[in-house]
């Protein structure tokens, strides 16, 4: 069965998501992951474009003006709606293994 679409992000998509509830450009954006994970994550012009991209036409982002090459983007409630849903998978997989595993590994 194929996978859909954003049905769990990337810590890249996660980051991107998060750092736009506050309007920021492509370049903004790659900084503030980095500052943000202490760089644990960055992400490349290439790899942020192309996901931007895919996020407006999910509708989960939209742009908010164009200067020139210069776009800044915000995060529309879809965006909200995909963060939240990851960090209730992300909560429950730690709970799950907290059950299983965290508990001297004799869960099963």
Do not use: W
């Amino acid at each position: 069965m194929p996978r859909v679409k954003f049905q769990t992000l990337t810590e890249q998509m996660f980051y991107i998501l998060l750092c736009l509830y506050k309007e920021c450009c492509g370049m903004d954006i790659m900084e503030k992951v980095t500052q943000m994970t202490g760089g644990r994550v960055s992400v490349g012009p290439g790899t942020l474009y192309n996901l931007l991209e895919n996020f407006l036409e999910a509708g989960m982002i939209r742009e908010t003006r164009a200067e020139g090459r210069k776009r800044s983007y915000v995060i529309t409630e879809a965006g909200k709606k995909a963060l939240r849903d990851e960090q209730q998978r992300l909560l429950t997989l730690t709970s799950d293994y907290e059950h299983f595993a965290g508990q001297g590994g004799d869960g099963l």
